[in-house]
C-alpha cells in the first residue's frame, strides 16, 4: 500500500471559520509533509514532520497549524484564513531514516477561501 | 540556493512520438532527483525516482537520466499516448536540506490523438 490519503477532497470555508485538513499513511512513514500549490505554480514547501515532530517551518503564517499526533496522521488546522490561501494543499510522505527515498504524495485537498 | 528549472514550459506532441522532458538545478549536491505526474487538479503521482549515484532509472515507457555534474535530468517517454497528457515536475532533495524538495515549475504535455 502506497497510498497517501487526504481529506476531505474538497473545502469551502468563510475567512471566520475553523477548520482542519487530514493526512492518513499506513506505509510506516515517519516523516511527512505538507504543500501548499496555487494554480500553475509548483508546490511549495510549508511543513516537515520528523517523528512526530516538526522538523521544518517554512516560515508559514500562524492561521495554519500543523499537528502530528501519531506517527500515520497528520492535520492541518486552519483559522482565519485569507482568500490568497485558496489553494490545492498536498500531504506527502517518506521514511525518516531513508534519506534517498521516494516521496509519495496525496490526492489533494482544493481549499478554497471565501 | 537551489534552483529547479524545466523547459519548455508546455509541449504538444502527436500520439506515438516519443517524449523529452529536460530538468535543470543548480546545486549538484541533491541525495536524488524524483520525477511526478500531476493530473488538472489533482495530487502528484511518483514516476521514478533516480539516485545521486545512479546514471539512469527505467520503468516501462519511462526512461530517466540523471548527469549529477552537470545538473540536468531528462525523463523519456517512449511511443506517447493520449493519457500521458498530463504535467510532469521534477523535484531534488538537497544533500543539506533533507526535508525539503524543490520543485521545478513542470513541463504540460498534450499528446494528441
Known amino acids: 500500500d502506497t497510498e497517501v490519503t487526504q481529506t476531505p477532497k474538497h473545502l469551502v470555508m468563510g475567512m471566520t471559520n475553523k477548520k482542519s485538513l487530514k493526512c492518513e499513511q499506513h506505509?510506516?512513514?515517519?516523516?511527512m509533509y505538507w504543500y501548499k500549490q496555487k494554480a500553475k505554480k509548483p508546490p511549495e514547501l510549508m511543513f516537515v514532520?520528523?517523528?512526530?515532530?516538526?522538523?521544518i517551518n517554512e516560515s508559514v503564517p500562524s492561521r495554519f497549524s500543523p499537528e502530528c499526533p501519531n506517527s500515520s496522521l497528520l492535520n492541518l488546522h486552519l483559522h482565519a484564513l485569507q482568500p490568497e490561501d485558496s489553494a490545492l494543499y498536498l500531504c506527502?510522505?517518506?521514511?525518516?531514516?531513508?534519506?534517498?527515498?521516494?516521496?509519495?504524495f496525496g490526492q489533494g485537498t482544493r481549499l478554497t477561501v471565501v | 540556493k537551489q534552483e529547479v528549472t524545466q523547459i519548455p514550459a508546455a509541449l504538444s506532441v502527436p500520439e506515438g512520438e516519443n517524449l523529452v522532458l529536460n530538468c535543470s538545478f543548480t546545486?549538484?549536491?541533491?541525495?536524488?532527483l524524483q520525477w511526478f505526474r500531476q493530473d488538472p487538479g489533482k495530487g502528484l503521482t511518483s514516476l521514478l525516482l533516480?539516485?545521486?549515484?545512479?546514471r539512469e532509472q527505467t520503468s516501462g515507457r519511462l526512461n530517466a537520466s540523471l548527469d549529477k555534474s552537470s545538473g540536468r535530468s531528462t525523463l523519456y517517454i517512449a511511443a506517447s499516448q493520449p493519457g500521458d497528457s498530463a504535467t510532469y515536475l521534477c523535484?531534488?532533495?538537497?544533500?543539506?536540506?533533507?526535508?525539503?524538495?524543490?520543485f521545478g515549475a513542470g513541463t504540460q504535455v498534450v499528446v494528441t490523438p
Open positions: 533516480i539516485q545521486s549515484s545512479q
Open positions: 523535484a531534488v532533495r538537497p544533500a543539506d536540506s533533507w526535508g525539503k524538495l524543490q
Open positions: 506527502a510522505s517518506s521514511p525518516a531514516r531513508d534519506r534517498a527515498s521516494m516521496a509519495f
Open positions: 546545486d549538484s549536491a541533491i541525495y536524488n
Open positions: 506505509m510506516g512513514h515517519r516523516a
Open positions: 514532520y520528523s517523528y512526530e515532530k516538526l522538523s
